[in-house]
């Protein structure tokens, strides 16, 4: 159903809808709340291009190669073999399909046989109940909470720390 490639330069015109979607920024980067020009998207698009901090994928669907996200790592540490895992889900017609399940269960064989990731973790808003279900799912464990450390919508809310080691995934997807 989908697939995971490299983003395109004209994938950007995507963006513009999604970054001024409040529904779909809730919980997602910061910045996002911060720009929404055509103009500031285009250079926060192009500054994850060019990014050697991360590496980044589109989510197409297969079938009709439309991009309808992405997803990758940030916070990367060769020293350490660990990296920060992120997804982005924009187009809201793709939401609540178990997409965001396949997309992780994806990125972290990429990661781990790929990269040579001994480690990847993440953080996510405690109110989106849908992500966390998708990563537990996909075999993160929570290991900590980071208090009040999200302003949305007028409040605080908590992140939750979640990570996965190699081993485990190993172990997960032999057992399947």
């Known amino acids: 159903m989908i697939q995971l490639k490299p983003l395109q330069k004209a994938d950007v015109d995507y963006f513009y809808n999604w970054i001024n979607d409040e529904e779909v920024t809730r919980y997602s980067l910061s910045i996002f709340s911060k ?7 285009n250079k926060w ?5 060019n990014s050697s901090f991360e590496i980044v994928y589109g989510i197409y669907l297969e079938n009709t ?14 020293q350490n073999n ?9 187009n809201k ?8 399940t396949r997309v992780t269960e994806e990125i972290l064989e990429i990661g781990f046989f790929g990269h040579k990731f ?7 808003s ?10 537990s799912k996909a075999g993160f464990i929570k290991e900590g909470r980071l208090r009040k450390a999200c302003f949305r919508q007028g409040e605080y809310h908590d992140k939750i720390i979640m990570s ?4 485990e995934f190993q172990s997960k997807s032999t057992s399947l």
């Open 45 to 49: 698009y192009t500054s994850v291009l």
């Open 35 to 41: 720009i929404s020009s055509k103009s500031e998207i």
């Open 65 to 78: 190669s439309e991009l309808i996200g992405y997803t990758g790592f940030s916070n990367i540490s060769r």
């Open 164 to 167: 996965i080691l190699v081993n």
């Open 93 to 100: 017609k793709f939401w609540g399909q178990g997409i965001g």
């Open 82 to 90: 660990s990296a920060e895992y992120f997804l982005f889900i924009g």
């Open 118 to 124: 001994n480690r990847i973790m993440l953080t996510v």
């Open 126 to 135: 405690e109110p989106n109940i849908g992500a966390l279900k998708a990563y």
